[in-house]
């Protein structure tokens, strides 16, 4: 069964690091994105790809916040410098064309 | 601004019993309502989905109730299982973007 794989499952770090969340999607799929969930906001789009080219990157704060996708297997999202707003978990999905998006399990994030 | 409402934020139910959790979206630019499940711990599951040209969609004991004209749409689970305990969250797709609902989590007690 196809998944979509994110590391790390979790992470602690303290404030003013550089985090390095990562994506494998699953084999195939041409869009990858990348969400934030928190019990305030909800579930929020922060970017994503289409055959790695970056389409849309609104939702994410410029200022600290990158994703890139150097191949086709992997997508990556930093935060540096990180912030304890920052702590939340973060999904990346991957799709193709009209199919639905397919969730990773997500990165679980706490900056102290 | 909230595009997608969904209500109730929280649903307790008797085993056996009818889950509905409805939403309502503003934008008619969205072209399909997918239903999503999560677990604890887990990501986002797809459950269900419809396209706007059709009323309903049934597959096993979930149905999606689609209203185009009253821009609401809900979702049911019959014979709700202790099992069907977690969150679920409505969503709309304009192009390549999901906009979720809020959530709702639903407790099925035996």
């Known amino acids: 069964d196809a998944r979509v794989t994110q590391t790390p499952r979790h992470k602690v770090t303290e404030m003013g690091q550089e985090v390095t969340m990562r994506c494998q999607p699953i084999?195939?799929?041409?869009?990858v994105f990348w969400y934030r969930q928190t019990m305030m906001q909800g579930l929020e789009l922060l970017a994503y790809?289409?055959?790695?080219?970056?389409?849309?990157d609104s939702g994410m704060p410029k200022d600290r916040f990158s994703a890139e996708m150097p191949d086709a297997t992997l997508a990556t999202l930093k935060i540096q410098p990180s912030e304890p707003r920052d702590s939340a978990v973060y999904f990346c999905?991957?799709?193709?064309?009209?199919?639905?998006?397919?969730f990773g399990d997500g990165t679980r994030l706490s900056i102290l | 601004q909230q595009q997608v409402k969904q209500s109730p934020q929280s649903l307790i139910v008797q085993k056996g019993g009818i889950s509905i959790i409805n939403c309502a979206y503003e934008?008619?630019?969205?072209?399909?309502f997918p239903w999503y499940q999560q677990f604890p711990g887990k990501g986002p599951a797809l459950l269900i989905a419809?396209?706007?040209?059709?009323s309903e969609k049934k597959e096993g004991r979930f149905t999606i109730s689609f209203n185009k004209s009253a821009k609401q749409f809900s979702l049911h689970i019959m014979d709700s299982q202790p099992g069907d305990s977690a969150t679920y969250f409505c969503?709309?797709?304009?192009?390549?973007?999901?906009?979720f609902g809020t959530g709702t989590r639903l407790q099925v007690f035996p």
């Open positions: 999905a991957s799709g193709l064309g009209w199919q639905p998006q397919h």
């Open positions: 084999l195939g799929h041409n869009t």
């Open positions: 790809f289409r055959n790695r080219a970056p389409l849309d």
């Open positions: 934008n008619t630019a969205f072209d399909y």
């Open positions: 419809i396209r706007p040209d059709v």
């Open positions: 969503a709309a797709k304009k192009t390549d973007k999901l906009i």
